[in-house]
Nanobody, 117 residues
Framework: QVQLVESGGGLVQAGGSLRLSCAASGSIFGINAMNWYRQAPEKQRELVAGITSGGITNYADSVKGRFTISRDNAKNTVYLQMNSLKPEDTADYYC???WGSGRRSSWAQGTQVTVSA
């Protein structure tokens, strides 16, 4: 079994910051990409940021310059530092990990981020 445990969500005022963490454990090996997605009410889930095992990152245009993704391979943990938060960043944030020789995909349970105006 693979477990992905998120932490760090919450309520923050616009302009504030939050840091999300996602730790992978269990029968997981060969982690490749680690990603953060989000889903706002009545909207489709979208990729926010991703980072490869080699540290290559990519971001949605809407968060470039404000969010930073990073990972600690020794801890199988991925982080999302979110600065200058806006009300439109309000969503459920999901950690996703691609791992194994067959590129399996596992998802965390989601953590809520609410940004008040």
């Amino acid at each position: 079994q693979v477990q992905l445990v998120e932490s760090g969500g919450g309520l923050v005022q616009a302009g504030g910051s939050l840091r999300l963490s996602c730790a992978a454990s269990g029968s997981i090996f060969g982690i490749n990409a680690m990603n953060w997605y989000r889903q706002a009410p009545e909207k489709q889930r979208e990729l926010v940021a991703g980072i490869t095992s080699g540290g290559i990152t990519n971001y949605a245009d809407s968060v470039k310059g404000r969010f930073t993704i990073s990972r600690d391979n020794a801890k199988n943990t991925v982080y999302l530092q979110m600065n200058s938060l806006k009300p439109e960043d309000t969503a459920d944030y999901y950690c996703n990990v691609v791992w194994g020789s067959g590129r399996r995909s596992s998802w965390a349970q989601g953590t809520q981020v609410t940004v008040s105006a």
